[in-house]
């Protein structure tokens, strides 16, 4: 028989003339990503300046250190001297979100392209929730109530560093609101392709792999939503390949990640324990909704168990953290997965039941279309209407450090500057820029948020080169993380403490300055009179005084260090970071240096108060000494003799003319020099080499199967009836 032949191409409908209803979605989701990015100050995005607030006020150190020295050395992975006396740079953390900051760079300026990419993951939201929605199999209409539904999570103001809304995203948390986006992308994905019986294909392999490159968080919850799709037709295949795939391509990250995961810092997170967390006032209404879209998805079969999997496993595995008293991982981060879906299911069952009483009233196409444009239109006004603080929080992100200015009332009713908070800010870094390179110990104080955040010098090496700040984010990626709170708790009236568990001894610069000679620290930067007047009063010199900023002048040590005595090796029952704080308390004897290997002739303790030590043979000096971010050199008379090296210790460290590094407390290394000229380079290992092999495999395959699959094509348009179209036998 002879079907009738479709229109060609040419002589379709055009979109312009198609029904209006055909609209209603992609203005409704388009009007819903306007709204979020409308809230996040739109006009304070597009200026030219360095946003600040929360964490996000030192994470514009890290995308601009990716530009400007990791990506010319032709890295992704590697080490910066701005932080901790040195840490891994995106080992720890997510590099795709940098990665576009980095390339939109190329043609805006980077505050400009910062802070568009912060806000990126909330305005694709409603977009990636509708995807996800068709992936089920709902309908188009109620599609796009779930789609606005679920974006309008992001305007949730009852926490502010879970991740996935806006409050998280200004306090940093942008990496988490990009991984969330993609990777409800990637798990639809799966289903349309388990749906279509298609098996395995690269796009949810490639989509996972970009979600864990944003967040390991949201990765592996992701994954805990895709095992019931194992047990769908195909289910093995698909979802198997998927994560092979995705891992491999990631491994250039993911597998340092692992293989360096003993070396973060254990930060001891309290768990929070009980109901409010998991029914904020907020969501009470719509989680009543959200059990409605479940009852009703399973009544009429739709493949939901991955929802199921997200509306329980989060809040059990909350309740369980807090029973098991696990404190590596904040019990509240598994929740935001939770509320999301909450929002979506709710708009499901909004969705279906307007669609219903839409049908209802036999008013065809137009009618669905018209209720679910509504109904979408009300999860945008809801989500609008409980916004209090997020206006706020985006204007003093994103009007930058340059615009923290306090103005006062006068009595005429004009308001008039009263103090220009980054006068006083630039002027501290100018002055810490006028003098020579060292490391900056800068006191800890909540009020310095009114510079733009209380982290705000952690950025001196980022307007000042050569003085690079002791403390920074990041701060489980780092081994001398705990003990640079230490060493702050000693110089600051009000410190922060953020590492539970360890034994702060409160304002002492007799301590204080003895332990920041450990790591080599050249100034102090009080910020209150009760430390400026104790800093004094201990005999620092003072080089500058910016108000509040008074910059001291700490004791000289040297960056390299030769022994006075032989390394004791610890071979006690405690592990090597509980006798390294014993030991770093003891700061009488921080000169008989600790380390967790070391040649058979070095003595070994089971007891840190054991401080008789073997001398070392003869002194000697240390010279010519460059310290880079990736290199470190010098020349020593003192060859066979200890060194301590205060740079933070990793594995990646590899010694030229000596033997070593060997990790040494408190969190730095030791070599032995078998020359008189030593160069210290970071370095890939197996690990590094291993990831990267594995993501040049499986970029290699996805290139592969694409090919393939364009050849298919082409073989398919070239059968034998494909020169007539619309002919059937």
């Not at 890295?75 to 939109?104: E, H, K, N, Q, T």
């Not at 798990?187 to 392999?205: E, H, K, T």
């Not at 001196?460 to 081994?479: A, D, I, N, Q």
């Not at 740079?647 to 040494?664: C, H, I, L």
Request: aromatic fraction near 12%; glycine fraction near 10%.
């Amino acid at each position: 028989m002879i079907a009738e032949a479709p229109l060609p191409p040419s002589a379709s409908t055009p979109f312009t003339q198609q029904p209006w209803w055909k609209w209603v979605t992609p203005v409704v989701l388009v009007l819903a990503g306007a709204v979020a990015f409308g809230f996040m100050r739109p006009d304070q995005i597009l200026i030219a300046n360095t946003p600040t607030g929360g964490d996000m006020g030192a994470h514009v150190l890290l995308p601009a250190y990716l530009r400007d020295e990791l990506l010319p050395s032709g890295r992704i992975l590697g080490w910066s001297m701005d932080w901790y006396a040195g840490f891994p740079v995106y080992y720890f953390y997510f590099p795709l979100p940098a990665l576009v900051i980095v390339l939109l760079d190329l043609i805006m300026p980077y505050g400009v392209a910062f802070k568009l990419v912060t806000v990126a993951g909330l305005v694709a939201l409603p977009f990636a929730s509708y995807y996800l929605s068709r992936s089920f199999g709902f309908s188009k209409p109620i599609s796009l109530v779930a789609g606005t539904a679920g974006g309008s999570y992001i305007f949730m103001e009852s926490f502010s560093i879970l991740g996935g809304n806006t409050l998280s995203t200004l306090a940093g948390e942008y990496s988490f609101s990009w991984s969330l986006a993609l990777s409800l992308v990637y798990l639809g994905m799966l289903l349309r392709n388990l749906r279509a019986d298609r098996g395995f294909s690269a796009g949810p392999g490639v989509l996972l792999a970009l979600t864990a490159l944003c967040h390991i968080i949201t990765t592996l919850l992701i994954l805990v939503a895709t095992l019931p799709l194992l047990f769908r037709r195909k289910g093995v295949a698909t979802v198997v390949g998927s994560w092979a795939l995705g891992f491999g391509i990631a491994a250039f990250w993911a597998v340092p990640l692992l293989a360096r995961l003993a070396l973060t810092t254990d930060m001891g997170w309290q768990p929070v324990r009980g109901l409010q967390s998991v029914f904020p006032r907020e969501l009470i209404p719509l989680a009543v909704l959200a059990a409605a879209g479940v009852i009703w998805a399973l009544a009429r079969r739709y493949p939901i168990a991955p929802v199921l999997a997200m509306l329980i496993v989060p809040v059990a595995g909350y309740f369980i953290l807090y029973e098991l008293g696990f404190r590596k991982l904040y019990n509240v981060r598994l929740l935001p997965y939770y509320y999301y879906f909450v929002h979506l299911m709710a708009g499901v069952a909004v969705g279906a039941a307007v669609v219903a009483a839409a049908r209802r009233l036999r008013g065809g196409a137009g009618t669905r279309w018209l209720a679910a444009g509504a109904a979408g239109l009300f999860f945008i006004v809801g989500g609008v209407i409980g916004i209090q603080k997020t206006p706020n929080w985006a204007a003093w992100n994103y009007e930058g450090y340059e615009g923290k200015q306090e103005y006062a009332l006068t009595g005429d009713g004009t308001w008039v500057l009263h103090t220009d908070r980054w006068a006083e800010y630039e002027s501290l870094m100018l002055a810490l820029d006028r003098l020579p390179p060292g490391r900056v110990m800068w006191e800890a104080n909540n009020d310095m948020g009114r510079y733009g955040t209380p982290m705000a010098l952690m950025l001196t090496g980022y307007w000042s080169e050569g003085h690079p700040s002791m403390e920074g984010l990041l701060f489980e990626s780092s081994l001398t993380t705990p003990f640079h709170f230490l060493n702050a708790s000693e110089v600051s009236q009000r410190p922060s403490n953020p590492v539970s568990g360890l034994r702060y001894r409160g304002l002492n610069f007799e301590r204080g300055v003895t332990h920041l000679g450990v790591y080599g620290v050249r100034y102090y930067v009080s910020y209150t009179e009760t430390a400026q007047l104790a800093a004094s009063e201990y005999g620092l010199e003072i080089l500058a005084e910016t108000p509040p900023f008074t910059v001291f002048a700490l004791p000289a040590t040297p960056l390299v260090e030769v022994g006075e005595f032989l390394p004791a090796v610890w071979d006690g029952e405690l592990p090597f970071f509980e006798a390294t704080l014993e030991w770093y308390d003891a700061v009488h004897s921080l000169d008989r240096w600790l380390v967790d290997d070391g040649p058979d002739h070095w003595p070994r303790i089971e007891d840190v108060a054991i401080t008789a030590r073997p001398r070392a043979a003869g002194g000697g000096t240390v010279s010519n000494l460059v310290i880079e971010d990736h290199r470190i050199e010098f020349d020593t008379t003192a060859v066979g003799v200890p060194h301590l090296v205060k740079v933070s210790y990793f594995p990646n460290w590899e010694a030229e003319g000596a033997d070593g590094p060997y990790r040494a407390a408190p969190s730095l290394m030791v070599v032995v020099p078998t020359a008189e000229h030593v160069v210290i380079s970071f370095s890939d290992t197996w690990a590094e080499t291993a990831g990267k092999s594995m993501t040049a495999v499986a970029l290699l395959g996805v290139a592969f199967i694409a090919v393939r699959r364009r050849v298919s094509r082409r073989a398919d348009s070239s059968g034998p009836e494909s020169g007539v179209p619309g002919l059937e036998s």
